[in-house]
């Protein structure tokens, strides 16, 4: 690296999704700048953020590629597959590409991905965020968060291993824990996952994820889920803004059959 | 590169209703690669012996005996078919071409974590659903919406996702695409309206020999198995009959194992 100024530039919020992508930086142990976008005022709407991420949602990251020029990344997996490739030489926290276990790791970025995330996602959005009380919603993302978390809890306990490709951390774990760290937030219940629970914790020991997860902002969730007043209030302003997005996109499409 | 010939069929297993499964059977045509399908119905993937293929209990899953790897995930699948066997780049970019190369990947993981989930539950509200929920409905069609809108913006005065030629991310995308109407209930004519760019890119695609054959395999094995082509079994009037006709059946088989 010619520069002493980092070449990677993350841009992020104190989001499952957002702290993925700092815990893959500092397990790798890479520098990097910290762009802190705020979602409650619609920065990730904003042109100069939409040029970079056109689905303007975080996390979105930008590197200087091997041409000299700029890349534009998004989606938290593919940001997770590009920073292995380019920067796990040593395949600390990834497999050699073409092996079984590489394989097996993306199989399991994908399930996170396109199941967990998305899953746990409209959960939170039911049991905090939707405009009126939907209980069926509720049940609907609740049950199927739950049954994510015992494939992962069953795919630990019955081979009986600390990390989901076996023993080494990859990225496949680094993609799921902030989503499991919340758990709660969406309504699910950890423990009733001991071989998940104790994988969450083991995860939390490491200090990548320790440091990564306060980006770009303090990891409060935690906290937070430990005192319901406060949690209430926190699901009032969030409520406010998701509404007003909801809103705006509807707006921004109609018409559009 | 090994020689076609010498490449033994991988096999593919296909709850053929749903979209995710033809995303890949997509690219293994569109690469000319042997392929056999494996039909799972919606009562066996749930449960073993499946479940010991995908311990998610959803297809699709591949078994290739060349490399004697299971693996499911469409997406994960779609990673592995493209490293293993397009060392041609038919589909994709050299791995030197670095930049392609993870913007396909991306572009792949937007339909994984976007297109794929969100069209899931704007079908699921708008025609699964037994009860009608206005709020729930509104929200997944504006985020269906604003997803082409995404992919309208990106195509913008080009022809594909990445760079100037066909890929594997833009293959990706037509499965959900292609059945919108079935998704929102609208006018098939009208499923792209606002959007262009989408339905040029899409008719582009489906315009391909690869796709026809690929839906005619699916059309011909939903109709091996009693399934109209649009996913509804021959003999229910609705999905809402037929989803209470499979629940009926797994309570009762449940009882029976508890007895």
Redesign the interface.
């Known amino acids: 690296m010619a520069s002493e100024e980092p070449s990677i530039v993350l841009y992020t919020t104190q989001t499952p999704n957002g702290i993925k992508i700092s815990i893959t930086l500092e397990e790798l142990g890479l520098p990097y700048k910290v762009q802190k976008i705020d979602i409650s005022k619609n920065t990730q709407k904003e042109q100069w953020f939409l040029d970079i991420n ?3 949602r975080i996390p979105a990251l930008t590197d200087t ?3 000299g020029k700029t ?1 534009n ?7 997770m ?2 920073l292995v ?2 920067y796990d030489k040593d395949y600390k926290i990834s497999f050699p ?2 092996t ?1 276990e590489f ?2 790791m ?2 399991w ?3 996170l ?3 967990v ?3 746990q996602g ?1 959960a939170n ?1 039911f049991t905090r965020y ?3 009380h ?1 209980e ?2 509720v049940n ?1 993302y609740q049950n199927e968060t739950r049954r ?1 978390y015992g ?1 992962l809890d ?2 630990l306990s019955s081979k009986n291993i600390p990390y989901l490709v076996g023993d080494k951390c990859t990225i496949a774990d680094i993609a799921h824990w902030g989503w499991i760290a919340s758990a709660g937030w969406a309504g699910i219940e950890i423990n009733d996952f001991p071989a998940l629970k104790a994988w969450e914790d083991r995860m939390a020991e490491r200090p990548g994820v320790e440091k990564g997860r306060h980006v770009p902002d303090r990891h409060g969730i935690k906290d937070l889920l430990k005192d319901k007043e406060k949690m209430e209030k926190h699901a009032a302003e969030n409520r406010a803004w998701v509404q007003a997005g ?1 809103k705006d ?2 707006e ?2 109609k ?3 | 590169m090994q020689s076609i010939d010498a490449i033994k069929p991988i096999k593919i297993h296909v709850l053929p209703a749903g979209p995710n499964p033809w995303k890949p059977v997509l690219i293994l045509e569109e690469l000319g690669l042997p392929y056999s399908l494996n039909f799972i119905s919606f009562e066996d993937v749930k449960k073993k012996p499946f479940t010991d293929i995908n311990p998610n209990g959803r297809a699709p899953a591949i078994e290739d005996p060349n490399t004697d790897l299971t693996l499911w995930e469409s997406g994960a699948i779609i990673q592995y078919i493209i490293s293993q066997y397009d060392t041609n780049h038919i589909l994709s970019y050299p791995s030197y071409a670095l930049k392609e190369t993870h913007l396909c990947n991306q572009w792949l993981a937007f339909q994984i974590s976007g297109q794929g989930p969100y069209f899931g539950q704007a079908a699921w509200f708008n025609v699964l659903h037994p009860e009608k929920l206005p709020s729930a409905i509104a929200r997944y069609n504006a985020e269906l919406k604003r997803i082409l809108s995404v992919l309208d913006g990106a195509l913008e005065g080009r022809q594909w996702l990445v760079g100037d030629k066909m890929t594997f991310a833009d293959l990706a995308f037509t499965v959900w695409n292609d059945r919108i109407e079935d998704l929102i209930l609208c006018e098939k004519e009208k499923k792209f309206e606002g959007f262009p760019n989408v339905q040029a890119w899409h008719e582009r695609m489906t315009s391909r020999p690869a796709w026809k054959k690929a839906m005619e395999k699916r059309e011909k094995l939903m109709d091996e198995h009693g399934l109209l082509p649009n996913g509804m079994p021959k003999g229910f009037k609705s999905h809402g009959e037929f989803h209470a006709s499979v629940e009926a059946k797994r309570k009762a088989e449940a009882a029976e194992v508890k007895e």
């Open positions: 056109p689905n303007g590629f091997t041409d890349i990344l998004f989606e938290s997996g593919s940001i597959q590009y490739a380019q590409p073409g079984r394989y097996e993306n199989n970025i994908f399930f991905n396109a199941g995330g998305p899953m409209q959005h939707a405009p009126e939907i069926y919603g609907r994510l494939v069953k795919h909801m996109d509807a921004k499409h018409g559009k059959k």
